[in-house]
């Protein structure tokens, strides 16, 4: 297996990125795969909270002293880490050129020793999102099946595909009521993404809205774990364990 990063990433918030992202890891990671999260959401950093996490070091500690990166991270389990950012990182624009490019180094070092590193970022076209999508070799767009979420997804992948050259997006639809819902969610979005901008919009899942999504970040507890029967656990299992097999994507 060689080293992979893949961003999850989105045009409108709420969209279920930061739940998705730490359930995959840890039900990749039940599954074998040594898994890296990186919590890119530098304003608003939460996957250490759905975690349950008590963070001492964040990003913003790996940039302002030479600490070694690995001290940085936290593990949950043995083959699941986590690099929190905590709320107050600097966005991107604020860290200058040599900070970025060093933000980027010390990723690729620790994307290294794993199979795949997942990265959470924030919501929207602002800059550490154009940033980390730029950084990742695959783009993970959550998507739900809100009119809004659509066009907000629409909007990123214009700019990921205009400024970026970014020519392939994978699609998994979140909190969708039916598989029906999700292939007409894709299609929607995939046909006009085609048509206007010349990207490939590939379908990768769909998991379910389920309330044991929402009692499991109250209880900040990965639903794969809390919930494992649930039907969203069930549907994040089966992406995770085709994610794991497809060297296509992810591995
Ligand atoms: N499949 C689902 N079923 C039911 N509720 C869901 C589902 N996915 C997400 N949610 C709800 O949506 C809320 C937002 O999820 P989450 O924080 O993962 O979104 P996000 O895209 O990371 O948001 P932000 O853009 O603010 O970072 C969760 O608290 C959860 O209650
Ligand atoms: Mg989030």
Sequence with gaps: MSPKTICLTSGKGGVGKTSLTVNLACALSRQGVRVLVVDGDLGLANADVLLGLTVTHTIRHLLEDDRDPMETLIFPEPQLAVLPASSGVPDIVNLGPDDQ????????????????????????????????GALADQLILVVNPDPTSLTDAYALIKVLAQEYQRREFHLLLNAVRSDDEAFQTFDTLAQVATRFLRVEVLYLGSVPQDPAVTRSVREQTPFVQRFPRSKAALAVAALAARLSQDRALAL
Excluded: H, N
């Design 101 to 132: 490019e060093r933000l980027s180094r010390i990723l690729r070092t620790l994307a290294a020793g794993f199979d795949l590193t997942l990265i959470d970022t924030a919501a929207g076209i602002g800059p550490s999102v154009l940033w980390f």
